[in-house]
């Protein structure tokens, strides 16, 4: 039996050591030196290869690296009966409150001006928006959303959520699917934490930006896929959203030649909003590793017909 770690452009080897931290009698490998493929029966995996899940004819579970499953769920040569799982553990969450109330409030206190006017020693006050008269609307109330949403709310925004079912939470509205339009009629923050699938690929475009509040802006933290580029570019330069916060790209890394990169109403980081911990995630792959040995459940099991 062994637990196979399948990765490109990503450092495996702090993810090997820490399970063999965990337990030093695991048969850990790294792809592509994978010395006897057909004992692989676990694999944990991160913008795999297509197609390389065929090489293990033993294969019974395969992990995302992470919270998104969106790179498992399409590749048709995973067999149905492959079962999928993702990393839900409290350093994601806690790093993604982080990075949405930060980027909220250097929305509302005009950040991305004053970098600019220090560049030419310009001395300029702006009045900033009052918190309290700006909601949040979150899309996606998942793990990472319904947390993010406790964070703005407690630091004194207003929040709103949409998500697939209405979720009950103390001081946040809550819409469900069919409530589209009210939810986004009262937000003016909107943040991005959907998982990609075939109903939330292409959301973000100019029907839905010209349905949010006044101002508006975008927080896109879920997948670049989610976002209608050219729609954002026409909602910038014509004032439906004031500004955008992109942690996520279509391609990755964005290309140097791509127009995002010059636009001062645009601020980009390299998909960096939450960032697995190898040892956090190492636990939660111990466990699901051992799980399947022993035939029991595996936590955080993805619904593969639903997507996510
Ligand atoms: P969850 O699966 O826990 O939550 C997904 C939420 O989206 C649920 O509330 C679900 O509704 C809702 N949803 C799904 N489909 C629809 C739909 N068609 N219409 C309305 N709501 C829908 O995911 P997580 O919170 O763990 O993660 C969300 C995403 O964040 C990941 O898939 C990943 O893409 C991204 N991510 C980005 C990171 C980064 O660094 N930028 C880091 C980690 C994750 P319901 O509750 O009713 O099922
Ligand atoms: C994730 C991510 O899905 O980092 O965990 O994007």
Same mark, same amino acid.
């Given at each position: 039996?062994?637990?196979?770690?399948?990765?490109?452009?990503?450092?495996?080897?702090?993810?090997?050591?820490?399970?063999?931290?965990?337990?030093?009698?695991?048969?850990?490998?790294?792809?592509?030196?994978?010395?006897?493929?057909?004992?692989?029966?676990?694999?944990?995996?991160?913008?795999?290869?297509?197609?390389?899940?065929?090489?293990?004819?033993?294969?019974?579970?395969?992990?995302?690296?992470?919270?998104?499953?969106?790179?498992?769920?399409?590749?048709?040569?995973?067999?149905?009966?492959?079962?999928?799982?993702?990393?839900?553990?409290?350093?994601?969450?806690?790093?993604?409150?982080?990075?949405?109330?930060?980027?909220?409030?250097?929305?509302?206190?005009?950040?991305?001006?004053?970098?600019?006017?220090?560049?030419?020693?310009?001395? !300029?006050?702006?009045?900033? *928006? /009052?918190?309290?008269?700006? $909601?949040? +609307? #979150?899309?996606?109330?998942?793990?990472?959303?319904?947390?993010?949403?406790?964070?703005?709310?407690?630091?004194?925004?207003?929040?709103?959520?949409?998500?697939?079912?209405?979720?009950?939470?103390?001081?946040?509205?809550?819409?469900?699917?069919?409530?589209?339009?009210?939810?986004?009629?009262?937000?003016? !923050?909107?943040?991005?934490? *959907? /998982?990609?699938?075939?109903? $939330?690929? +292409? #959301?973000?475009?100019?029907?839905?930006?010209?349905?949010?509040?006044?101002?508006?802006?975008?927080?896109?933290?879920?997948?670049?896929?989610?976002?209608?580029?050219?729609?954002?570019?026409?909602?910038?330069?014509?004032?439906?959203?004031?500004?955008?916060?992109?942690?996520?790209?279509?391609?990755?890394?964005?290309?140097?030649?791509?127009?995002?990169?010059?636009?001062?109403?645009?601020? #980009?980081?390299?998909?960096?909003?939450?960032?697995?911990?190898?040892?956090?995630?190492?636990?939660?792959?111990?466990?699901?590793?051992?799980?399947?040995?022993?035939?029991?459940?595996?936590?955080?099991?993805?619904?593969?017909?639903?997507?996510?």
């Amino acid at each position: 039996m062994s637990l196979l770690l399948v990765a490109q452009n990503r450092d495996m080897k702090p993810f090997r050591d820490e399970i063999l931290e965990i337990d030093s009698n695991i048969d850990v490998e790294i792809w592509p030196a994978v010395s006897k493929p057909e004992r692989v029966q676990f694999a944990v995996a991160w913008n795999h290869p297509k197609q390389v899940f065929r090489q293990y004819p033993n294969l019974k579970a395969i992990s995302s690296l992470g919270a998104g499953v969106d790179h498992l769920i399409p590749d048709e040569s995973i067999p149905q009966q492959v079962r999928l799982t993702r990393v839900v553990v409290p350093s994601l969450k806690e790093q993604m409150c982080d990075f949405v109330l930060t980027s909220a409030l250097n929305l509302i206190r005009n950040t991305q001006a004053y970098h600019t006017q220090q560049q030419r020693a310009d001395w !300029i006050p702006h009045q900033h *928006l /009052p918190k309290e008269e700006m $909601t949040v +609307g #979150i899309m996606g109330m998942g793990e990472l959303g319904s947390a993010v949403a406790s964070r703005l709310q407690v630091n004194g925004f207003r929040v709103c959520g949409w998500s697939r079912s209405k979720k009950e939470i103390d001081g946040i509205d809550t819409y469900d699917n069919g409530q589209l339009d009210d939810f986004l009629n009262k937000t003016h !923050i909107l943040v991005c934490l *959907l /998982p990609l699938t075939s109903q $939330t690929d +292409g #959301i973000l475009d100019l029907d839905l930006f010209k349905k949010l509040g006044k101002p508006a802006f975008l927080i896109n933290a879920a997948r670049g896929e989610h976002l209608v580029e050219e729609d954002l570019i026409y909602a910038l330069d014509t004032g439906l959203i004031n500004h955008a916060v992109l942690d996520v790209f279509t391609e990755e890394p964005l290309p140097g030649s791509h127009p995002f990169w010059g636009r001062k109403k645009i601020t #980009i980081t390299p998909h960096i909003a939450s960032l697995t911990d190898p040892k956090e995630a190492a636990s939660l792959i111990v466990e699901n590793y051992k799980r399947l040995l022993s035939g029991m459940e595996l936590l955080h099991e993805v619904d593969r017909e639903r997507g996510y």
